[in-house]
């Protein structure tokens, strides 16, 4: 599994708090990205990381920001959620060839 | 632009007959392409990549440049296989990201 863990697995939350959903990883890998998986849009890219305090937007990133204080953790917030953003979220880091991805087991997200 | 589709959503079989998971592209450079799949209740998990030209779980799938397709094929399909797949196209440089398509699920029923 590459050394990823996401914390929560499970989130249920009320329309307009903030949640944060956190991705650790133990492998010291440089490269890390944030998906949701939502039925017929498949994954689809949030944010990615490219290295602590490096961070851009990915195809989906309006409503969600990022931080990466160290390499170990990336962090994927949203500061008013909507229920448009009940989905699941996965953590991937960067593996050694191209456009190879390892996924955390994902966090169900509820907004109610 | 850049895209991946997938276009079906449900793909169910029966256990032995031959499975076709279709994947096009859309890519103005040099494509490289990959399936991956998630089982249920497990991580998503990289299966094969074009590059490699690989069999896994005997699973193949050929790149075909002339009809910007990545079909991924079984000539057997196993109750096991079932199991949500995704085709995906590598954009070039060191982010390595990529982009997913809409997935299909497939289903092999007994």
């Known amino acids: 599994d590459a050394g990823i863990t996401q914390s929560p697995r499970h989130k249920v939350t009320e329309t307009g708090t903030p949640v944060t959903l956190r991705c650790h990883q133990t492998e010291n890998h440089r490269y890390m990205y944030w998906y949701r998986q939502d039925p017929g849009h498949g994954l689809r890219l949030i944010h990615y990381?490219?290295?602590?305090?490096?961070?851009d937007k990915g195809e989906v990133s309006d409503g969600y920001s990022v931080s990466r204080s160290k390499t170990e953790d990336f962090l994927l917030t949203l500061e008013s959620a909507t229920s448009s953003q009940t989905s699941v979220y996965f953590c991937a880091i960067k593996g050694t060839g191209n456009g190879e991805q390892y996924f955390g087991p994902g966090t169900r997200l509820t907004v109610t | 632009a850049q895209r991946v589709t997938q276009p079906e959503k449900l793909l169910s079989v029966f256990k032995g007959a031959p499975v076709e998971l279709k994947c096009n592209y859309s890519y103005s450079g040099s494509p490289e392409l990959f399936w991956y799949v998630q089982y249920s209740r497990q991580r998503l998990q990289l299966l094969l990549r074009?590059?490699s030209r690989e069999s896994i779980k005997g699973f193949t799938a050929d790149l075909n440049k002339g009809e910007t397709s990545f079909h991924l094929k079984k000539p057997f399909a196993q109750e096991e296989d079932s199991a949500m797949y995704y085709c995906a196209l590598f954009t070039s440089g060191n982010t390595g990201k990529l982009i997913f398509g809409q997935g299909t699920t497939l289903q092999v029923k007994p």
């Open positions: 074009h590059i």
């Open positions: 990381s490219y290295g602590v305090k490096d961070t």
